[in-house]
Nanobody, 121 residues
Framework: QVQLVESGGGLVQAGGSLRLSCAAS????????MGWYRQAPGKQRELVGV???????NYADSVKGRFTVSRDNAKNTVYLQMNNLKPEETTVYYC???????????????WGRGTQVTVSS
C-alpha cells in the first residue's frame, strides 16, 4: 500500500507565498515522476508542475517563473514552492507520483487527497 500525503496548504494574501509538501509512504521500491496538479470546481484537473526522478522539471505556462517543484529522494517527498500567488489560483492542489511498490512490482500512479490553497485579494 502506498500513500501520498500533502501538507502546507492554507490562506495567503495575493502576492504571497506558500510551500506545499507531499510525502510518499508505504512499501516503496522506487519513485519516478512526481508532480502537482490543481482542480477548480467544475473544471478539469490541470498540471501545475512535475519533476522526474532525475530532476528535470516541466511547468504549466501560467506558473512558470513563480512556482518551483523540487524533490528529496531520500525522504520520498516532493515540494511545490509557490510565489506571487494570485486569487484565481485558489483551489485544491493534488500530489501525484509514479511509484513502484513491493506489492505490485510495477509503476502505478497514485494521487494524494489534496490540500486547499486560498489566495485572498
Amino acid at each position: 500500500q502506498v500513500q501520498l500525503v500533502e501538507s502546507g496548504g492554507g490562506l495567503v494574501q495575493a502576492g504571497g507565498s506558500l510551500r506545499l509538501s507531499c510525502a510518499a509512504s508505504g512499501s516503496i521500491i522506487g519513485i519516478g515522476a512526481m508532480g502537482w496538479y490543481r482542480q477548480a470546481p467544475g473544471k478539469q484537473r490541470e498540471l501545475v508542475g512535475v519533476i522526474t526522478s532525475g530532476g528535470n522539471t516541466n511547468y504549466a505556462d501560467s506558473v512558470k517563473g513563480r512556482f518551483t517543484v523540487s524533490r528529496d529522494n531520500a525522504k520520498n517527498t516532493v515540494y511545490l514552492q509557490m510565489n506571487n500567488l494570485k486569487p484565481e489560483e485558489t483551489t485544491v492542489y493534488y500530489c501525484n507520483a509514479w511509484v513502484v511498490s513491493r506489492i505490485s512490482l510495477r509503476a502505478d500512479n497514485y494521487w494524494g487527497r489534496g490540500t486547499q490553497v486560498t489566495v485572498s485579494s
